[in-house]
Nanobody
Framework: QVQIVESGGGLVHPGGSLRLSCAAS????????LAWYRQAPGKQRELVAS???????NYIDPVKGRFTISRDNAKNMVDLQMSSLKPEDTAVYYC?????????WGQGTQVTVSS
């Protein structure tokens, strides 16, 4: 049984930083390309950042230069370091495979950027 658990979210002021972590069981992350997604209120879920099995990364334009995705295959984890956060980054953040697979959606972690 696959279990995905995201953590590290919270309330942060604009310009602040957060580090999100995603841990998995029942799946070997090293076999897959991975990604972080987010869903803001009233909007569709979108891919934010991805990382291939070999470590190549890609980001959507709004987060380039501010977010960094990384993976630790030994720990079966993928992280998202977020800095210079903006109110428009407010969303629930999820990790999943890339492309996303329905059975692997976790509960997500809420990130709120507000003064």
């Amino acid at each position: 049984q696959v279990q995905i658990v995201e953590s590290g979210g919270g309330l942060v002021h604009p310009g602040g930083s957060l580090r999100l972590s995603c841990a998995a069981s029942g799946i070997i992350f090293s076999f897959y390309d991975l990604a972080w997604y987010r869903q803001a209120p009233g909007k569709q879920r979108e891919l934010v950042a991805s990382i291939t099995r070999r470590g190549r990364t890609n980001y959507i334009d709004p987060v380039k230069g501010r977010f960094t995705i990384s993976r630790d295959n030994a720990k079966n984890m993928v992280d998202l370091q977020m800095s210079s956060l903006k109110p428009e980054d407010t969303a629930v953040y999820y990790c999943n495979l890339e492309p996303a697979s329905a059975p692997f959606w976790g509960q997500g972690t809420q990130v709120t950027v507000s003064s």
